[in-house]
Each structure stands twice: as C-alpha cells, then as structure tokens.
C-alpha cells in the first residue's frame, strides 16, 4: 500500500502545483495589463550619400574581378533593384551609442517620463561601436550602459543590456520588453535600434549601397485596458538550419591592399531575396491569425526597410495570402529611398517619422491596428501586431 501512498501523495502536489501555476497565470491575465507605446524618437544623420557618391568607386565581384560594367550602369541598375536613391552616414566623432543616446532622449522626451523610472534599457545593435578607421569590436560595457550614463540615470535598478538579432533586434527588444510588462515584472522600459553599418560596409562590394547609419526608440509602458491596446500578438522565427550564414562577416572583394585584410558584412543577395518572399508573409499571417486580427483591418504594414522591390512583393505575397487582390492604397509606408537600410534603426525610425507627423502622406491615429515586421541576419524573423 505504500507505493500508492506515495504516488498518490505526488499526485496531489502536482495538482496543487498546477492550480498554483494557473492561479498565478489567471492574476496576471485578469489585471489586462498591456505594453503601450507612450514615446517615440530617432536620429537621423546629417551627411548625406547619393548614389552619385559611389561613381569613383571600384567595384569587384566574389572572385576578385573588377566588375565589367560602368559605375553608372551599376548605381543605375542598383537604384532600380533597391529603389535606394540616397542614405545617411554618421559623422566620424559618433559611434553607434552615440546615435542612441540621441534617438533615447528623443524617445523619453516624447513620453514625458521620469527617466530614472525606467525599469530596463535594451539597445538592439549588430557592430557595436565601430570608430571611424577601426573596426575592432567595442561592447564592453555594452551599448546599453553607455546610453544609460549618457542619459545620466542614477537609478541601479534601471537594468541595461544588449540585443544582437540582426535586423530584426529592435523589434525583438520590443517583444522580449513586453514579456517584461506582462509578467509585472517592469512598468516602463526603453528600447533602442542603432546601427552605423557604413563602416562595416566592404566599398568595393556594391551591395555597400545598400547601408547607412541611424537609431530610432521607443518607450513601452504598463497599461490597464478592459479591451485590448497596444501590443496584441507578436511572433518569431529563426532559420538557421540552412540560412544561417546569408549575412556573414568576410575579406574586402577587392584582391589586394590593406582593406582585404579586414572582415566586411556580407550578403548572399539572391537567396536572401527569395527566402524573405517564401518566409515573411506567412510570419505576419501567423501573427495575424495569432492576435485574432484579420489582414482588412490593418490600417499600416511597417516593414524593415532592406530593399524597396523586396518590401513591395513581401506586401503583395502577404495579401495573396488571404486572398486579397486590390491591395490598400498607401498602406506600407517606405524610408528606404532616401534613409537607406540601417538594420534594427529602420522600423522605429519609420515609426518615430509617422506619429510625429513627417510623412506627409502616411497617418496613425488612436484606434488603428498596424502590423511591425522584419527580416535579417540569423536568419531571423518577426512580426508585432499593434493597436493604438
């Protein structure tokens, strides 16, 4: 009889256990606590590069050969593939911290917060500080420390830390902040994309066009709601399996000198391209499906800002999905032909842009539903659904 003494007793503890565990999820489901957006900023460089810029350039392909083809036929073709006409470099005193303390202050300024309230400041970057001339990896401390003592926070429990999601990291920053807010344990939390990719950027590969510098924040707070606002659902994946190394770190195309002896970003263009078109749709569809939030009532799609040919057949795949053939007028919102892609500062930069009403034809006003989502290096995706 002992035995079944004994399993009986673990049975009830498990029970107990289980009620415990579904008493501590109920408390926290029924306060209708949700992660808001009270605050945004961004930094945006002053030097600007035209594609006119690169004209003088010396452009070589994977195995060493200058590229036979003019350089205004290759800016020509390059602009009509990525619909990038311009971007913007951080000047040579910043670094990457530098650009998110800016983008930080905008943010904090803009919710109107105490900033030694906040409980975590989470910086999402790839490079570090890379020094203009020096490529030598600097995050020690981490960026996040830096932007929190240039913000001249005093307050030992507003907890600083990094993100490296590729480009996907600020909005993976959001996520993991709003497992934060659910859970109770933070009521306000900053978090910051900020990248300088031109100095990582190899200039004799002509996908170095495609990169430029910038930050963008956002500040997230607890919120009670008796229906549900802002962060509904959020959703990520990474495939890594087979596309782990489509963005990687690699010598200067250019066969000779000192810069081939230094490590550039790398990209595996064609295969990128198509993996984002078979993978990013049906990511936000599960997004969507997750929040209970149908695809006819998104009012914006906030896409990274990688390749503007790309972003639009995203969108087009995406509406495909539900069987969708006009697709909305002005619904994806687009920096990329003048700011350039600068990884994890695209989406909130783009998000800053619109709410402080600098994109003359895009608004978001209380009440709609848009959806936040990217692609990067990992390879890494992920989507959030938000209602204002």
Sequence with gaps: ?????????????????????????????????????????????????????????????TSGKKLDKSNREIIDKFEEISTIAERRYASGSLVTSDLAGFAAIEAIKSAKIDKEELDYIIVAHNFGDVRKGNKQLDIVPSLASRVKFQLGIKNPNTVAYDLPFGCPGWLQAMIQADYYIKSGDAKKILVIGAEILSRVSDPHDRDSMLYSDGAGAAVLEARKSST??????????????????????????????????????????????????ETVPQAIKDCL????????????????????????????????????????????????????????????????????????????????????????????????????
């Design 228 to 277: 549900p606002i802002g962060i509904l659902a959020h959703k990520t994946r990474s495939d890594t399996f087979l596309y782990s190394k489509m963005l990687f770190m690699g010598k200067s195309y250019k066969p000779s000198g000192a810069e081939h002896e230094e490590m550039f970003l790398k990209m595996n263009g064609r295969r990128l391209y198509q993996y984002a078109l």
């Design 289 to 388: 499906e997750k929040s209970k939030v149908n695809l006819r009532d998104i009012k914006k799609v906030l896409i990274h800002q990688a390749n503007g040919k790309m972003d639009d057949a995203i969108l087009q795949r995406l509406y495909t999905l539900y069987g969708i053939d006009d697709i909305p007028e002005n619904v994806m919102p687009m920096t990329i032909s003048w700011l350039g892609n600068s990884s994890v500062a695209t989406v909130p930069t783009l998000l800053d842009l619109i709410l402080k009403k600098k994109m003359n034809t895009h608004k978001i006003k209380k009440g709609d539903t848009i959806i936040l989502a990217s692609v990067g290096a990992g390879m890494n995706i992920n989507a959030l659904v938000y209602k204002m």
């Design 1 to 61: 009889m002992e035995p079944v003494e004994n399993n009986s007793k673990s049975t009830g503890n498990s029970i107990i256990f289980r009620q415990i565990i579904k008493g501590v999820h109920h408390f926290y489901m029924e306060k209708n606590i949700y992660s808001i957006i009270t605050g945004t900023g961004s930094y945006i460089p002053s030097k600007l590069v035209k594609n006119e810029d690169f004209l003088a350039a010396e452009f070589f392909d």
